[in-house]
């Protein structure tokens, strides 16, 4: 459990969430404080746990209680990723907020440059992407057809310049994304699609970079259900956006 903290600002706030993740929790939050620790000037790292069931929680507490720069914040209840992103970003004190899945999909040497786009280059937010043609990303064909897929239909639909939405590796500037998170109405997967589709629409300057990226052994990705309620999400989004103009 934890609340806002109150010991002033830092540089990057790392949001890891986390969702019955006990097997992989400890070698991520280490690999991020050993990276952030390379370049950052001053950090912490969010563990953003919703409702776990398999110790996830009570782990969240011990590295938290070992480490000062480590915080958990607890839900009791699971109420979806995007939620947890949500509550753990108003928690936090970083001036760049970033959020990395918790299986490190993403190769971490980009973790720099992904807060450089930010605090160095100018832009507001910054997104890594596996669709560019410097991207290296190992995945089944199927994964990559439906993510093809995916991304194009945002593109055409939603109006992003985006080639990829869905990396679980993206940095943020805390001013404007405090501006639009509260009109995001995603709750978990959907989350990365909507902020960066709300972002662009605001105006924001989004950069995207080229990652490499592997899929996890265990992934949390149910291709044929997740990918029926994301399709129904880019209509919501797409009717919210054209009809409603919220």
């Given amino acids: 459990m934890t609340t806002p903290n109150t010991e002033g600002s830092v540089q990057v706030s790392v949001v890891l969430p986390a969702y019955n993740e006990v097997n992989y929790l400890q070698p991520a939050v280490e690999k991020t404080i050993q990276t952030l620790n390379l370049f950052a000037q001053s950090y912490e790292v969010l563990i953003a746990e919703d409702g776990s069931t398999d110790g996830t929680a009570e782990r969240s507490e011990e590295l938290a209680q070992q480490n000062p720069k480590v915080r958990h914040i607890h839900r009791e209840k699971r109420l979806g990723r995007g939620t947890a992103l949500n509550n753990a970003f108003k928690h936090s004190s970083g001036e760049v907020l970033v959020y990395m899945d918790l299986d490190l999909a993403t190769d971490l040497k980009y973790l720099k440059p992904l807060v450089e786009a930010i605090t160095v280059e ?21 994964r990559s057809i439906s993510s093809k897929t995916y991304n194009f239909l945002v593109r055409h639909m939603l109006g992003s310049k985006l080639h990829d939405h869905q990396c679980g590796f993206k940095a943020f500037k805390r001013e404007p994304l405090m501006q639009i998170i509260d009109k995001v109405e995603a709750t978990h997967w959907f989350w990365d699609t909507e902020i960066m589709v709300r972002a662009q629409r605001t105006g924001y300057k989004v950069k995207e970079i080229a990652v490499e990226w592997k899929s996890g052994k265990d992934t949390k990705v149910n291709l044929v259900k997740d990918s029926w309620s994301m399709f129904r999400q880019i209509m919501g989004l797409w009717w919210n956006l054209k009809i409603k103009k919220k």
Avoid: I, N, Q, V
């Fill in 122 to 142: 100018g832009y507001d937010f910054s997104t890594g992407s596996r669709m560019l043609r410097e991207s290296k990303a190992e995945r089944t064909a199927s």
